[in-house]
């Protein structure tokens, strides 16, 4: 029975190893839940290297980095851990903005402010992402913004400029495109089909700021309406789309963008800045990489991007939370950060600083993310929905039959319209009204 006793003792004592706050060879273990890959595995993994061999070090703290798969797998992991027990939780949780709707309502999150964190060097666009009725419900790290990636080399062969508004894309479609000899399109001009996050831009910038719900795109609380179909934004998006697809130089894909781009196979995309070091590597100059400012829908679009990416979402509020997430905000680790992967800068203090503004001139596709954001309105948010991800893949099929099989626009913004306020009724349903 003793054996027994002692036994179950030594379990739990393993168990507690790993618990929120937990000590680890008298350090204070901080665990970090996150979806980074690639060149921002790469990075994150060096940035929480040099923590713990110099902060960490300093401090008694030990940050545990746990990949948990894409943003979408963390937020699941998050939820399965928080129903079986709240003690298996991660300290921090690395999540993207289609978790905000699943963290506002969560009673087991802690808010930046009740963690007493420090936000005042954080851009106010990044904090306007993460704004709720609530109030700031994470603090934001990886923070990007949709930009227009372009063959720079071929633009400058033909004298050309990125467009400023789809109508100027349409007009010059036909000469980034081209043909073989049997009329099969070789070069498309663009390749992709705008879903939630590039409409929050297209729909988002037009009269200087619109909505495609109410609640300010559901920051402000559970929308209950749908606003593009009676202010016409989606329809007057879906006019000029069309436009430019009747070109006959536009490819209607939904996977695979990145690698037609690197191959030559499409002049332009539409992709996170986040995507830079990654899609400059996969270009491995076979040409030059240029960045700009997503078209706007036309010419009274004024209201620039939305603020994408993630941010630090926290279930526990001690001082080494505190430690850690103040160190992923400061000016150092955000210049490496956005240096490494193209992800914005959010600490405002980069901006005037030399090192930084140096390395901005030496490498300009960086540099158009961080001038769009400052030009921007920062009140041009990302969409908090029910459903995000049917909504999401339902606007690429609206766009698809609008184009490809000429489906009456009003028709499509009626059908989008009504299957997004079902969502949001269905929601209001179960859990408010």
Not at 225 to 254: M, P, Q, S
């Amino acid at each position: 029975m003793k054996k027994m006793i002692a036994l179950s003792l030594l379990l739990m004592a393993g168990m507690m190893l790993f618990a929120r706050g937990s000590k680890e060879s008298g350090k204070t273990v901080v665990e970090i839940w996150h979806s980074n890959s690639g060149p921002s595995g790469t990075a994150f993994d060096e940035i929480v290297d040099d923590f713990n061999s110099t902060i960490g070090e300093e401090k008694g703290i030990v940050i545990e980095a746990i990949y948990q798969g894409l943003a979408n797998d963390v937020l699941t992991k998050v939820k399965a851990a928080a129903s079986a027990d709240i003690s298996s939780l991660p300290d921090i949780a690395q999540l993207d903005a289609t978790a905000c709707l699943d963290m506002r309502n969560a009673d087991y999150l802690i808010l930046p402010e009740s963690a007493d964190i420090e936000i005042s060097e954080i851009h106010p666009a990044a904090i306007e992402a993460l704004m709720s009725d609530k109030g700031l419900l994470g603090v934001p790290f990886n923070a990007s913004s949709l930009l227009f990636y372009y063959n720079k080399t071929l633009f400058d062969s033909l004298s050309l400029n990125p467009p400023e508004t789809l109508d100027d894309f349409a007009a010059i479609a036909p000469l980034l495109g081209e043909k073989d000899s049997t009329g099969k399109v070789t070069r498309y001009a663009f390749a992709g089909v705008p879903a939630t996050y590039e409409l929050g831009a297209f729909i988002g910038a037009q009269k200087g700021l619109s909505y495609i719900v109410d609640e300010k795109n559901g920051h402000m609380g559970t929308p209950s309406k749908v606003l593009f179909e009676e202010d016409g934004t989606f329809r007057n998006f879906l006019g000029h789309w069309k436009a430019l697809y009747d070109t006959g130089f536009v490819n209607n894909i939904t996977s695979g963008i990145s690698t037609e781009f690197a191959a030559g196979r499409t002049a332009t995309m539409l992709a996170s800045s986040s995507s830079l070091t990654a899609v400059i590597n996969t270009v491995g100059g076979r040409f030059e990489v240029g960045t700009a400012f997503v078209p706007m829908t036309d010419e009274e679009a004024t209201g620039g991007v939305n603020i994408g990416g993630g941010a630090f979402f926290l279930f526990d509020s001690s001082d080494a939370v505190k430690t850690v997430i103040e160190y992923f905000v400061s000016q150092d680790v955000q210049m490496k950060w956005a240096e490494d992967t193209g992800y914005l800068a959010i600490n405002t203090a980069l901006y005037d600083n030399p090192e930084y503004l140096a390395f901005l001139d030496e490498n300009p596709a960086f540099k158009v993310a961080t001038e769009q954001m400052l030009q921007s309105n920062p009140a041009v948010t990302s969409i908090w929905l029910p459903s995000a991800y049917q909504i999401y893949y339902s606007f690429q099929s609206e766009i698809r039959a609008v184009t490809e099989d000429g489906k009456d626009i009003d028709e499509a913004v009626h059908d989008m319209a009504t299957l997004i306020q079902r969502a949001i009724d269905e929601y209001r349903a179960q859990n408010i009204d």
